[in-house]
């Protein structure tokens, strides 16, 4: 196969990856946080697969794309941002960090030499540095004391730690537990899904060509 096919090939794949992507981050369970995040159905998947494939730079160009589509489905959120500063924090760590750091996947996976633990391993760690981008977020870019006392005594949790934590504390327990909440059950599943997939078809995570 030519380099000029090979790379045409997968840009092709790219591009199916990334709609693939964007239409599953529509179907969301019906358990989406009012300030969000959600929980869809397997949408990072398509673009981990991308990375495990072909690569990091397959991946990360393919991630990134899919972080400016994301982008430009909630670009309405930028108008909750009070400040220049805040807008641009949300830019870089709720789409372009945090989708674009799933097309690292590939790294614990050839790491692990491949086999189904690289492929949980990877998929687990890029899952997790997308939660690490939301959690700054929460606090850097949203921190707002009066919303996260009433999200936290919903729960039964607010007298409590507003009893025991300062203002800078329950804002950042607050972003961890406002962004665990939805996080947790997506990590599982995409985790899951790709072990399943994997053990299902090994052949679709060997690149070809």
């Not at 929980?39 to 494939?53: G, N, Y």
């Not at 909630?74 to 709720?94: E, F, K, M, P, R």
């Not at 507003?162 to 800078?168: K, M, P, R, W």
């Amino acid at each position: 196969m030519s380099a000029t096919h090979s790379r045409t090939r997968t840009l092709v794949e790219a591009a199916l990856m990334i709609a693939l992507a964007t239409v599953l981050s529509e179907i969301q369970f019906p358990l989406a946080w009012t300030h969000g995040g959600s929980i869809t159905l397997l949408s990072m998947l398509p673009i981990i697969l991308m990375s495990l494939r072909n690569g990091p730079k397959w991946g990360l160009g393919t991630a990134f794309i899919f972080s400016l589509i994301q982008f430009l489905l909630g670009v309405s959120n930028l108008a909750y941002c009070q400040t220049l500063a805040a807008q641009i924090g949300c830019v870089l760590l709720d789409y372009l960090l945090a989708f674009t750091v799933l097309g690292l996947a590939c790294l614990p996976f050839r790491a692990l030499k491949s086999g189904v633990v690289g492929v949980g391993v990877g998929t687990a760690v890029v899952c997790l540095l997308r939660f690490l981008c939301s959690f700054f977020s929460g606090y850097i870019v949203w921190k707002d004391y009066d919303y996260a006392f009433e999200w936290l005594n919903n729960f039964g949790w607010g007298a409590w730690f507003t009893a025991n934590l300062g203002e800078d504390a329950l804002c950042w327990f607050y972003s961890f537990a406002y962004n665990f909440s939805y996080m947790l059950p997506e990590t599982i599943l995409t985790v899951v899904g790709a072990v399943v997939l994997y053990k299902a078809a090994p052949r679709l995570f060997r690149r070809e060509g």
